[in-house]
């Protein structure tokens, strides 16, 4: 899958996901104690999800397929003297980075894919996270009103992790994206899945 629609989303200032900071959400669950281990942020876009969860002292891995996005990830890093990684990556190939992850975020990514996609990046994701790791997918619920684009239900989420597709699903619920856009954030599932 090439880069370029999604990075150009990064050209002209910010994308309308990125609000230059972490999402609520993803704050909560690491205050919580969500996050263990080697963490993979899939879709990191700019990286403050990612540079959140390594401010804990996590060893953190950002992908994304947008260069621009992760440069800017890169620079912030460094300006904040944080230490996290972030490498180009195609999520449906995630295995090629070689490596392994306990703590696996989604924010915002498996909503993009139609469902054909999905069960080919179940299995990428699947591919990368060690059995008994955890998977949260923060994306955008058909629970309206104001939805976000591509919005998805609990039986689409449930679909795609189904038990013989290597995980399972531990919870799904209510929360909130938010966006540039959404004054309140836009409804989202918070779903935290583990890898069987």
């Not at 609990?154 to 799904?172: H, K, M, N």
Request: aromatic residues 8%.
């Amino acid at each position: 899958m090439t880069g370029l629609p999604w990075d150009a989303s990064y050209h002209d200032g910010p994308a309308p996901w990125d609000i230059g900071r972490p999402q609520p959400a993803i704050v909560r669950v690491a205050s919580e104690g969500g996050f263990a281990g080697a963490v993979l942020d899939a879709g990191c876009g700019t990286g403050e999800n990612a540079l959140h969860v390594a401010s804990l002292g996590l060893p953190v891995l950002g992908v994304d397929v947008a260069e621009t996005a992760l440069a800017i990830a890169r620079e912030k890093a460094e300006d904040r003297g944080i230490e996290a990684e972030f490498v180009a990556a195609d999520a449906f190939e995630l295995e090629r980075l070689g490596r392994r992850f306990d703590t696996v975020l989604d924010c915002g990514l498996f909503h993009t894919f139609g469902r054909d996609e999905r069960p080919e990046y179940v299995a990428s994701l699947a591919s990368v996270t060690e059995r008994g790791g955890t998977l949260y997918v923060l994306c955008f619920s058909d629970d309206g009103p104001d939805t976000g684009p591509h919005p998805v239900s609990r039986e689409d989420l449930e679909a795609a992790f189904a038990p013989g597709s290597g995980w399972s699903v531990a919870a799904i619920r209510p929360d909130r994206i938010q966006t540039m856009i959404h004054d309140d954030g836009a409804p989202a599932h918070l779903a935290t899945i583990n890898r069987r």
